[in-house]
Structures are given as structure tokens and as C-alpha cells.
């Protein structure tokens, strides 16, 4: 459910971050104040999805230059590692890591990896960095894990192998108190909505203005979705 600039993008992915992400795809700090709306409370389906060219290259503010203005800067090996997650290049990101490449490198806003391939349901790379003990539950700066990235989209069978791995149903971020199973209901995907109540998530988990997922569901006109979280 849930563009901004990129160090907010894959918080909020297509997230409640394309409404999640996320939540850059995910993503949020001073999102009021870019949004031009201050008064106004931020909720799952503010942050929709970013598409992937929109997280790896997002547009610059009206009035700063541009890469047609000034060379881009170089990008460090860790940057590189990360795009390929992203991307799902699975050799791409062995290939970093046997170069000495971290494979539990942050960026700036202390996301991993793990994080960005979770995002776009890339399964076998996360899978990967699994079998490399990376830490599932890894909070960013916004309080997000990758879990609650992969519940953004139609990302069911990561969402799954995630869940498999241990990582927590019930964690909520730092912004708002958003919760895997609330990204999730505000972009309407009921498999991952599905496989989130069979991990024991909480329907009636409010956020931190009293909204459920039921809510977001509902304002975003997801029956189905509304109608299995009522059961």
C-alpha cells in the first residue's frame, strides 16, 4: 500500500508502506511536511508501492540538480549489493559477498539487504540470506523489519518462508505502529492477509491513532479482506 525521497520510499512500500514502503521501496520522517499536510494523520494506503525504478533512482527535489546536471557519485560496493537484492540478482549478491561485501550491510537508513529483496518478493534471495543467519527481525530507522516490507504486495510465498524463519507476526514500526497484518489489509492482499492471521497475527492490534487493519481494509474498499478479518 504506500514518492518520496529515497530514504523514505521503501518504508512505505506500494505501503499502510504502496499505501508498505513499503515503504525505499520503501519509508517516512518528515513525510508531513513533504506531503504538505501536516494536519493531516498518515495512515497505510499514504505510502503507495514504489515501483523498483523509482526506489533505486527517485526523481531529485524541484531545484536540485540533477544527473544530467553533475556526475552521480560512485556507489560503493554495499550499495551495489543491496541494488542487486533488490533486484534479485542472487549471483549478483553471492558475488559481493565473496568480494568481503557484509551481508548484514546497512544503508543510511539502516536497511539491510534481507529487507530489499523482501520487498519485491524475492524469495530465493531471501531464502539465502536466511541460510546466512542474517537477523530476520531487523528493525531500519523506521522501525521496519522485512517482514512487514513483504507484506506490502502479492509477496505470499515470502511472506510465508519469513514466517518460517521465525520473524515476529506482531512487531509494529516506530512511526505510526503499523503492523505486517495492516500493510497488508490496506493493499487488499488477502493470501498474505491469510497466512499472517495463520501466524497468530491480531486483527484488533490498533495503531497509534486506535485504526485496525479492519479499517484500513476497509477505507481502501478491500471487502474480502474486511470479511476474514471479522471471523
Given at each position: 500500500m504506500l514518492g518520496l525521497m529515497q530514504n523514505n520510499l521503501l518504508q512505505t512500500r506500494r505501503v499502510p508502506v504502496r499505501s508498505?514502503?513499503?515503504?525505499?521501496?520503501?519509508?517516512?520522517?518528515?513525510?508531513?511536511?513533504?506531503l504538505g499536510c501536516e494536519s493531516k494523520r498518515l495512515s497505510p494506503e499514504d505510502f503507495p508501492r514504489r515501483e523498483r525504478e523509482e526506489v533505486l533512482a527517485p526523481q531529485a527535489p524541484e531545484g536540485m540538480a540533477t544527473s544530467e546536471d553533475v556526475p552521480l557519485p560512485e556507489k560503493s560496493p554495499e550499495d551495489n549489493f543491496r541494488e542487486a537484492a533488490m533486484m534479485g540478482d542472487l549471483a549478483g549478491v553471492k558475488r559481493?559477498?565473496?568480494?568481503?561485501?557484509?551481508?548484514?550491510?546497512m544503508d543510511e537508513n539502516q536497511?539491510?539487504?534481507?529487507?530489499?529483496?523482501?520487498f519485491d518478493g524475492h524469495t530465493p534471495v531471501v531464502e539465502w540470506f536466511l541460510s546466512q543467519n542474517v537477523e530476520v527481525d531487523h528493525r531500519d530507522s523506521f522501525g521496519r523489519t522485512a517482514l512487514m516490507y513483504a507484506s506490502?504486495?502479492?509477496?505470499?510465498?515470502?511472506?510465508?518462508?519469513?514466517?518460517?524463519?521465525?520473524?515476529?507476526v506482531d512487531l509494529v514500526d516506530s512511526e505510526e505502529h503499523f503492523s505486517p497484518l495492516m500493510f497488508a489489509a490496506a493493499e487488499g492482499q488477502m493470501a498474505v492477509v491469510e497466512l499472517l492471521?495463520?501466524?497468530?497475527?491480531?486483527p484488533t492490534k490498533a495503531d497509534i491513532d486506535g485504526e485496525t487493519a479492519i479499517d484500513f481494509a476497509s477505507n481502501n474498499g478491500h471487502t474480502e479482506v474486511v470479511k476474514r478479518l471479522k471471523q
Open positions: 508498505f514502503s513499503v515503504s525505499s521501496v520503501l519509508i517516512l520522517g518528515s513525510a508531513l511536511g513533504l559481493f559477498v565473496g568480494q568481503g561485501v557484509d551481508v548484514s550491510a536497511r539491510t539487504a534481507l529487507q530489499m529483496a523482501a506490502t504486495a502479492d509477496n505470499a510465498e515470502t511472506v510465508k518462508m519469513l514466517l518460517d524463519a521465525g520473524a515476529a492471521l495463520e501466524a497468530g497475527a491480531d
